[in-house]
């Protein structure tokens, strides 16, 4: 009888729940409702705002764990980032998984940013300590990243790249509209960067393919389509969100001030077994 009452009451909390959650508008985590996006003046989403990448979360911020393996997702980084599902291994050359595993070995420690580079937007976008902003105009979108202080210029009314790029650290960018969608192409990088964290470092032959879909006030949907001949196999996706941050401001980081990674890097660097991880136990996904 108890067990019976037990569930009865269960089941009479499932039904109002559901009838509750049926007769109210859809509200956010903190408890608003959520807002449609909104329009520019000639009718496009309008992107303008600052955002947090790589959080689903409002108000909250989400810190990307490092996997064992590159390119490989994990339970804990699954957890710790539900917006950046990557169920798939990166599809590396042999020889590059090769090379991205040892990077992980030695624990990351020659990260490119660890001397102040910058990397790809794929990259910069899942940073979640760093706002990013956007300012729109009918002809172009400008994206403003407070990480090494960077930025892009986005053109929406040309339809090619020009004949003389010089590679760079974030490439040339152009983009166009796909119904609510902004879609942006980016070609002519240099090889210096990485283009997700964990050793998944790219070639001057990196190809990427952005879309960025503002599904309502609060939230950018972000996918990047990534193709590099000269380190992958194929294609891969990956994805995550841009979350507004009202009443946010970006300021000034100059990642060079008072760095001494590089100082410390050119040590460690003299004595590896110091710090390089003992692949016992763990090997590559095949």
């Keep these: 009888m ?100 040892e990077i992980l070995n030695m624990r990351s420690i020659n990260d490119p940013t660890s001397r102040c580079l910058p990397g790809p937007s794929t990259r910069a976008h899942s940073v979640s300590l760093f706002p990013i902003q956007f300012v729109q105009t ?65 070639s001057d032959a990196l190809h990427v393919v952005e879309r960025y879909t503002r599904v309502d006030h609060d939230t950018i949907n972000y996918e990047a389509t990534i193709e590099d001949p000269k380190v992958l196999t194929g294609p891969f996706k990956t994805s995550t969100t841009l979350m507004l941050r009202e009443g946010t401001r970006l300021r000034e980081y100059i990642c060079a001030e008072n760095n001494e990674d590089v100082l410390r890097l050119e040590k460690l660097l003299d004595a590896p077994e110091l710090f390089r991880r003992n692949q016992a136990g763990s090997k590559p996904a095949p």
Excluded at 2 to 23: Q, Y
Excluded at 145 to 150: A, S
Excluded at 177 to 189: K, P, R, S
């Design 138 to 202: 009918p002809k172009q979108i400008v994206i403003l990243y407070e990480y090494f202080n960077v930025f892009r210029i986005i053109p929406l009314d040309e339809k090619k790249h020009p004949d003389d790029l010089e590679p760079s650290f974030l490439g040339h960018s152009i983009g166009h509209w796909d119904g609510n969608t902004l879609v942006v192409d980016i070609v002519g990088f240099n090889d210096k960067g990485w283009v997700l964290s964990g050793g998944v470092f790219h």
């Design 2 to 101: 108890r067990a019976a009452t037990v569930l009865s009451a269960a089941a009479f909390l499932v039904a109002t729940t559901l009838c509750f959650m049926l007769t109210r508008p859809v509200t956010a985590q903190t408890g608003g409702a959520i807002r449609p996006a909104p329009r520019a003046a000639d009718g496009k989403p309008d992107f303008t705002g600052v955002y947090q990448g790589g959080s689903t979360k409002r108000g909250d911020w989400d810190f990307q764990i490092p996997g064992d393996q590159p390119g490989v997702a994990t339970a804990a980084t699954q957890g710790a980032l539900p917006a950046q599902p990557r169920r798939e291994p990166i599809p590396f050359q042999p020889w590059a998984r090769e090379r991205a595993q």
